[in-house]
């Protein structure tokens, strides 16, 4: 399997992850039975990482259709790999950065990640 599959995997499961940080930190227990109620609640670190894995949320099809679209019309496998990587590390590092509340990098993060997402759609028109 392509490492950019795995990629898409990896981008998959953040979202799980950092809800589990906000779960897990949180004020109060965490209540089953209104659980976005009760982290709307919630404050430092714990809303911080679940606004994370809402982005994560938000960020994921746009990247799993890049890699799908490139590989689909393709674009070299080396490429969508690289730029994959690329995505999965500066999420990660977007996730640090939401957590430890360091708002600056995060957003150059952001950055790069949405620009690496692009980069994925062009492959197949720039690279043949």
């Not at 599959?5 to 953040?14: D, H, K, P, Q, T």
């Not at 746009?62 to 393709?74: E, P, Y």
């Amino acid at each position: 399997m392509p490492i950019a599959f795995w990629c898409v995997l990896i981008a998959g499961l953040l979202p799980v992850l950092t809800v589990a940080v906000a779960k897990a930190g949180g004020r109060g227990g965490f209540d089953n039975h209104d659980p976005r109620g009760w982290l709307e609640k919630q404050s430092g670190r714990a809303r911080r990482a679940d606004l994370a894995h809402r982005n994560h949320f938000e960020a994921f099809p746009f990247f799993a259709a890049a890699v799908l679209s490139a590989s689909h019309l393709g674009a070299p496998a080396a490429r969508i790999d690289e730029l994959a990587v690329v995505f999965v590390l500066v999420r990660v590092l977007y996730t640090v950065c939401y957590l430890t509340d360091r708002a600056t990098l995060r957003t150059l993060c952001w950055t790069i990640g949405y620009l690496t997402v692009i980069g994925i759609f062009l492959l197949p028109v720039f690279v043949h």
